[in-house]
Every structure is written in structure tokens, then in C-alpha cells.
């Protein structure tokens, strides 16, 4: 049985302490950092009403009943059958790549990761003291592409990491199996540990489907990490909760040594959100995802139609749309946008300031309206 949610239902996020809504002076409607505007599943909403009710907000254990639904969850969507013990908790996938960087490099050695891509995937090796060595994708035919020969270029001796994005953030493509084999591959001959990114998985918005990198690679589990989390799925992020699975016990006793006594245990709210989300936002993410892809179809219709010196990659995945605007010879085309009372995450920092993203995780009313005013700067 379908059931239909109000995703256009409007909700004040002003004044609510928000750093989507509440950053910058002017009230510009922000379609920039990834959180969405939607109201989280009501399972979900109803969990934390009823835990918030009981009253105490002591030290929680991590419930043999959170790691079910995980464990199902993964295996029904993908067909990926996990043990709970390969379970690293973690209060979002950020620490996790720093993790990953202190863990399997040492001070000076290079970490590569594609551009452009999530900021902190260019922060978190600097951060760390090691070398950032980025290699760019590949634009062919309107599609973006894994650059696997430039890997093949840039893995110096002393490289040891490759951080990936699965699907991408903020090109939004579904790397295919065959794409993701050959990465792997590229990792074992060069004898890389391989971060792979998939808190965007469950935003898949075309017919096509995610396939772990993990169970995309079964013969490479040894050095494979992946990172996920409900927070982008079920608009969680607030509430700080993600987990990495590593299969191999050496691996993950190795991703886990730099965070002892420095990473928080996930909270009581977290824990109780992440279950009910897994367990019972199954509808509600089925009706997230039509609406998703009636705002996908509307921007880039309208991005044709109306923005004739700006170009958009068709996104297959997530809610983040990558917008070339080189064309429109702008000094700084983000604060441009928001002097039109729009706010865009530049691309300077995904490693490419000749782009904008946007984030079409609102109300449609919202997106249009958004669109409208970009009118004065793109078109």
C-alpha cells in the first residue's frame, strides 16, 4: 500500500539555531549545504518524542536490535549480507575519513581522492599531516568519469589511501560495478586501503543500482572501508550518527586505533532515530525519493530552458546538482547568487571555483523560487 507524505508542507527552519537557514545575514533561501527541508520520517519523529519522554538521557548502549536493522536494511536494499561485528559506530562519516588518514598513512604520505568532491575529503589529509595529491575527474560526452589513468599517474610510492565518493558528491553519479572493480583493482596493485564514501547510496533517483563497494569486490575486503550513515537519507545529520563496516578484523583494528578515547559514543537520540529510520522510514523514503526526482526533472528543465550560458550534468543520485557557470565570466559566482537572494556552496571549495552546487533537497515552491531569482545573475 502507497502512502503519500506533504513534502511540500511548509516548515519555519528560521531562527532555529540553523546552519542551512540561519548563517547568512539577508535571509537569501539557502540551497547549499546538504540537509534537506523535509520533516523526517514521522516513525522516526514519534521514537524521539517517545524517548524524550522518558526522561533520563544516560550512557546508551549500541542495541542488538539497531544492529538487526542495519544488517537488514543492507541486505535488502543491496543484497549485502553483513556480520554486525564489522561495525565501527561513529558520530558522523567526517571522522571517519580523518580516521582513515591517521590510520593507513604516515605523517608526509600522499592520500588521493578525485575532484572535485565533498570538502572534506581535501581537508581531512592536510588536517592529519599528510599529502593531499587530487586527480580530477573526467568530462566525456556530457558524463562524468572516473580518471582512471590519471590515478594511475598520481599513485606515487608513498601513496596509501584513496578516498572515494559512492555515489559522488556533488557530481551525482552512480559508479557502476564495473567502475568500482576498477578502482580495486587500481588499489591492489598499488596497495591502497580503499575509503569509500556511500552516505549518499539510499539517494539513487534514476533505475540504477548502488552496489556496495564492498560486495562489488569480494576478493579485496582487506582493504576496503565504508562509510555510511541514515543522516542524508532520513534528514538526520544533527543528530551525529554513522557507522563504517570493515570485514577484515586487522583492517578494522587498524581504522579503529586513532579514534580510542577521542570520538564521542553515539547519544541516546541518535541511536533511537537511526533504528526507527531503518526499521520503519521504508515508505516515507520511497515518497522522499519521487519527490527528489520531480525536483531533479524541474531544475534541469529549467537550467535548459532559462540559464542558457550555465550547463548541468544530468544527477542520477543524491540532491545535489553541479552547475558550470565558467560561462557566465563571474569573479565570484556565489556571492553573486546570494546579492540575488540565493546561497550556493562555491565550487572552490570541491576543488573547481569555475562551478556551483545546489541542493534541491527543498519544497518545490521554494526551489522555483530560488530558480526565479538566479534569473538576474545566469540569465
Aim: net charge negative; aromatic share 10%.
Amino acid at each position: 500500500m502507497r502512502v503519500d507524505f506533504d513534502f511540500d508542507a511548509p516548515i519555519e527552519r528560521r531562527g532555529t539555531a540553523s546552519f542551512k537557514w540561519d548563517l547568512y545575514p539577508g535571509d537569501p533561501l539557502p540551497l547549499w549545504v546538504a540537509d534537506m527541508d523535509f520533516a523526517s520520517p514521522p516513525q522516526v519523529v514519534e521514537a524521539l518524542i517517545a524517548r524524550a519522554a522518558h526522561g533520563v538521557f544516560g550512557y546508551p548502549l549500541l542495541p542488538d536490535s539497531l544492529v538487526d536493522a542495519i544488517v537488514a536494511h543492507l541486505e535488502q536494499r543491496y543484497g549485502w549480507r553483513i556480520d554486525g561485528e564489522w561495525i565501527v559506530w561513529l558520530p558522523s562519516v567526517v571522522p571517519g575519513l580523518n580516521l582513515a588518514c591517521d590510520a593507513f598513512a604516515a605523517p608526509g604520505d600522499a592520500v588521493l581522492t578525485i575532484t572535485p568532491v565533498y570538502p572534506p575529503f581535501l581537508e581531512a589529509p592536510g588536517g592529519r599531516g599528510r599529502r593531499l595529491v587530487t586527480v580530477p575527474a573526467e568530462l566525456r560526452q556530457g558524463c562524468w568519469e572516473l580518471p582512471l589513468e590519471g590515478l594511475e599517474t598520481a599513485a606515487t610510492p608513498d601513496a596509501r589511501v584513496l578516498l572515494l565518493c559512492h555515489p559522488h558528491n556533488p557530481l551525482g553519479r552512480v559508479w557502476r560495478r564495473d567502475e568500482i572493480q576498477a578502482v580495486a583493482g587500481f588499489c591492489r596493485r598499488h596497495d591502497l586501503v580503499l575509503v569509500s564514501d556511500e552516505i549518499h547510496c539510499d539517494l539513487v533517483l534514476d533505475d540504477l543500482a548502488h552496489v556496495p563497494a564492498a560486495l562489488a569486490c569480494p576478493g579485496d575486503t582487506d582493504r576496503i572501508i565504508t562509510l555510511m550513515s541514515p543522516s542524508k537519507t532520513f534528514n538526520l545529520p544533527g543528530l551525529n550518527f554513522a557507522f563504517a563496516i570493515v570485514e577484515d578484523a586487522e583492517l578494522r583494528r587498524r581504522f579503529q586505533a586513532p579514534g580510542e578515547g577521542l570520538l564521542p559514543f553515539p547519544g541516546c537520540f541518535a541511536v533511537t532515530a537511526a533504528e526507527a529510520a531503518y526499521r520503519n522510514g521504508g515508505a516515507w523514503h520511497a515518497g522522499l525519493l519521487d519527490y527528489l526526482r520531480g525536483n531533479r526533472d524541474a531544475l534541469e528543465a529549467f537550467v535548459a530552458a532559462e540559464f542558457p550560458h550555465v550547463r548541468m550534468t544530468h544527477v542520477e543520485a543524491t540532491y545535489l546538482a553541479w552547475l558550470d557557470v565558467r560561462g557566465l565570466g563571474l569573479d565570484d559566482p556565489a556571492a553573486a547568487c546570494r546579492a540575488a537572494g540565493v546561497a550556493l556552496s562555491a565550487g572552490a571549495a570541491f576543488g573547481d571555483p569555475a562551478y556551483l552546487r545546489l541542493n534541491f533537497g527543498c519544497r518545490r515552491e521554494t526551489l522555483i523560487e530560488a530558480l526565479d531569482r538566479l534569473c538576474t545573475v545566469f540569465a
